[in-house]
C-alpha cells in the first residue's frame, strides 16, 4: 500500500446560515438578533479551535461479491451500496478528517461550566465545520483524478444507513493510519476527535456515472438529516 498523504487544509467558510441549518432551521423563522450575535461570537471562537487535517492513501480493489468490496492485503469492506458504486475500480481511496480535539474539549468545559447553549452551538459550529471541509476536500480529490483523465465514484463512509457495519472503520484505519493525525476508535468503532469522517470514493476507467449524485441521496434519513442540507446548501468553491 502506497505511504499515506497528511494534509493540513484550509478552512471552509462556514457562515451563521450554514450552521443554522446544520441544526434543521430551513430560514423560514430568521432567529432574533442575539441569536444571530451569539452565533456569530461562537463561529470567531471556532477559528481558534478548528484544525483541519486529513490523511489518506490509495489501495488496490482485488475484485467484488454480492456484498463486499476485496481489497489488496485480503482485508474487506462491506457495504452493497459500495460493491454498486466501486465494484469496478481498480483501486480505492481512503480519506479521513478531523477538525482536531480542541474543539471537543472546548465544547465539554462549556457543559461543565453550565454554558449549555454556547456548548450546543460549538458543537453545531464543528459538524458543519467538518461536512463542508470534507465535502469540498474530496470535491478537490475528485477534480484531480479527472485531470488525470480517471473516473471517481461517490465517496461513501461507514455508519450512514447505506453502510451499516462501523468495524468497517477498523479496516479503513489499518489502511490509511488515521493515528498519525491523532485519530482513535473507542469501543464502538466511533472516531475520536468526534468531528472526524472517514471516506472511500473508487476510482478507475470503468465507473458507472453517479451524475452529481452525493452519499445522502443513498441513505434512509435523508429527509430528516440537517447535515444532508448542510452541504447541498452551501456554496461550494
Ligand atoms: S443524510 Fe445524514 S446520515 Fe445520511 S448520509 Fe447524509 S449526512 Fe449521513
Redesign the pocket.
Known sequence: MAEPVIRNLPLPEVGVEDVLRAEGNDGQHPPRQSIVDLYEDVLAESTTLVEPRAIWTEVEVEGAGRNELRLKGGLRLTSRLLVKCAGSAEKLLIFVMTIGAKIDEQISLYQQSGNISRAYVLDSVGSTFI?LGSSMALSGMEKKYLELGLKTSIPL?P????WKRLEDQQVLFRIAQPERIGLSLNDSNLMLPRKSVSMVMGVGNDLPEHNGQ???D?????G?????KV?SGAKMG
Open positions: 461536512a463512509g455508519g450512514h444507513s447505506y452525493k452519499h445522502c443513498f441513505c434512509t434519513l435523508r430528516n438529516c440537517p447535515m444532508n452541504v
